[in-house]
Nanobody, 115 residues
Framework: QVQLVESGGGLVQAGGSLRLSCTASGTILSANAMAWYRQAPGRQRELVAK???????TYADSVKDRFTISRDNARATVYLQMDRLKAADTAVYYC?????????WGQGIQVAVSS
């Protein structure tokens, strides 16, 4: 069982930046992929960014060139750097680690962008 703890959310003005962190209770070296999802009120959860064990990055079109996903193996942490934030980015953000046979979710963290 892997526990994921997210941090770094909050309220920011449009055009500002936030960095989300997701720290695992165990190693992330064996994870096939790590990802960030988000869910806005009344909408389905959507993939924001994904990073595979091979280093491939995938982004939703709505966040390309504004968000960056990265990892720190020594800290067992994956990050989501969010720049030039928009009101449309307001949502609860969730991290997800895929270990193949199992995948794990963080508890979710609120990001609110004021226009």
């Amino acid at each position: 069982q892997v526990q994921l703890v997210e941090s770094g959310g909050g309220l920011v003005q449009a055009g500002g930046s936030l960095r989300l962190s997701c720290t695992a209770s165990g190693t992330i070296l064996s994870a096939n992929a790590m990802a960030w999802y988000r869910q806005a009120p009344g909408r389905q959860r959507e993939l924001v960014a994904k990073l595979t064990s091979g280093g491939r990055q995938t982004y939703a079109d709505s966040v390309k060139d504004r968000f960056t996903i990265s990892r720190d193996n020594a800290r067992a942490t994956v990050y989501l750097q969010m720049d030039r934030l928009k009101a449309a980015d307001t949502a609860v953000y969730y991290c997800n680690f895929d270990y193949g046979n199992n995948d794990y979710w963080g508890q979710g963290i609120q990001v609110a962008v004021s226009s």
